[in-house]
């Protein structure tokens, strides 16, 4: 069996074969996916690296891992003996890897890579940084195909259509609102690779990425067309009649680019470049003209209706009412019980799967006992897999994916024996989030202003974070969705009501301990006044905090005034489902302080 040295060493020899001085190969597919089907999972083939996020560029004398601070220890552990090397990204998202390859490669170099897995921006960073040199792109060449003899084929499952009672709005009633956006534009014609815009704009759910309940396909839509471009055996002859009803004709997945090949100089096309691939930019004939712009979808499904808001809201309380009786099994089997990180997180999952409309889990469990809570990202494999003890801090990132939504959630629980610097950071971890869930905003407030006010409390200390403050959720779709984010980065999104984002300020200690605490919070108004509206955050997520953890001298009374209302607001919603141990459980849990 090849090593993932050997397939490094062999990828050099087609590369050298081919006489390409750098091959790219990013964390992606040719929806320009966060989380990817199998077939596409080239880096992790390749390197043994698992995480979501990152870029491998290989040259004959260096192999490197480009990514960010959430994946640096993760890296670290995984590439060991397999000859590539971290490099650490200053700022998330990046291509910092297109600067050194235009001042590493000599003259006369190939720079090449896949074009289904590349978008039309990052393909632009490279060609952007290159331009004054004497080097070359080639931007259709999978040499991973040639190596990969048992590569995944395509995920075959079934697709499913939400209902409107679920959905709230028809797709016919969602494709006329960007059919109004395209027409702004001067648009005729629209593409959407993106599978959560997708999904959102035909009310199609599937199974194609784990955890993310979407299905492979693009879209392209006309002034009274729409097309679906999908594996035909994944929908039912109703499902496609259903559709149809809906103005979407059904074509083959594979059939796009003949599409493409078939407009004419008199279509104007709107796409964006960061959800758009490489390759299908190519596909367009000469002089056909490109809008390039945010997918109309990407904003209209961050901004959930007030059906999506009702589920949303009953959806929390199931996963509260799972999470509840979980801690409480927790609590109570510890003494007793062999529990590790793997049997936890299965534990974790029963619990939910128990809940009506239970589908699976937005994200693989991170479940990091003491040191492992130091990882951002860490995903107990049977190498490292802890074994609890009544000692030390343990921090579980978890969720569900539902019929009628999706939750993300982190809690942190002492386990005994805690130190002074635990019950510190714990209790500042805790009063950044608070910070950050009880800011009230004006309208036009961006994510960048609510991530500097949630870090707070943390900078006032001297004690910082790596990762973003927060991330859009989608709709009973995927637990990461833009284009709201709440970090550093100057994006241009306004915040607005009825869009879903988490608040999880942490702080990690790598080979000690880590804390996250996280809660999902909807944008609504608030109040107006004579400076002008402002909007304020409601607390989604439904499940008590450990104040076991607080040092209350750290807080300030109108912190614990939240922190009061918040558990208060837990135990009416929760408890109703809960039995009575349940309940009393739960109301120590969420005694005020």
Known sequence: MMTHLDRLQALRRIMSEHQIAAYVIPSSDPHISEYLPDRYRGISWLSGFTGSAGTLVITDSFAGLWTDSRYFVQAISQLKGTGFELVRLKSQGVAEYANWLAETLPDGSVIAFDGQLISVSVAQSIIDAVKYRDIRLEGNVDLLDKLWNDRPSLPTAKARLLPLSISGKSTADKLADVRAVMERHGADRHLISTLDDIAWLFNIRGNDVNCNPVVLAFAFIGPTSAFLFIDLQKLSPEEKDELAQQGVQVSAYDTLPAALEGLHQEHTVLMDPKRTCYQLYHSFPEGVKLIVDINPTTLFKAIKNETEIVHSRQTMIHDGVALTRFFKWLEDSL???????????????????????????????????????????????????????????????????????????????????????????????????????????????????????????????????????????????????????????????????????????????????????????????????????????????????????????????????????????VYEKLSPYLNEEEQTWLKNKTTAL
């Open 335 to 569: 003494a007793h019980e062999i529990i590790t990180e793997i049997s936890l997180a299965d534990k974790l999952r029963s619990f939910r799967a128990e809940q009506p409309g239970f589908l699976g889990e937005s994200f693989d469990t991170i479940a990091g006992y003491k040191a492992h809570g130091a990882l951002p990202h860490y995903k107990a494999t049977v190498d490292s897999n802890s074994t609890l003890q009544p000692d030390g801090l343990l921090l579980i990132d978890s969720g569900g994916q539902y019929e009628s939504g999706t939750t993300d959630i982190t809690r942190v629980v002492s386990l005994g024996n805690l130190t002074d610097a635990e019950r510190t950071d714990y209790t500042l971890v805790l009063k950044a989030m608070i910070e950050g869930c009880s800011t009230i905003y004006p309208q036009g407030s961006r994510g960048y202003q609510i991530d500097a006010i949630t870090r707070k409390p943390l900078w006032d200390h001297l004690k910082n974070y790596g990762h973003g403050t927060g991330h859009g959720v989608g709709f009973a779709l995927n637990v990461h969705e833009g284009p709201q984010v709440f970090n550093a980065a100057p994006v241009d999104v306004l915040i607005q009501p009825g869009m879903i984002t988490s608040i999880e300020p942490g702080l990690y200690f790598e080979g000690r301990y880590g804390i996250r605490i996280e809660n999902l919070v909807l944008s609504i108004d608030h109040a107006v006044s004579e400076s002008g509206t402002f909007l304020a955050f409601e607390a989604l997520t439904l499940c008590y905090i450990d104040t076991s953890l607080i040092d209350k001298t750290l807080l300030s009374q109108s912190q614990i005034h939240w922190l009061n209302r918040y558990h208060q607001t």
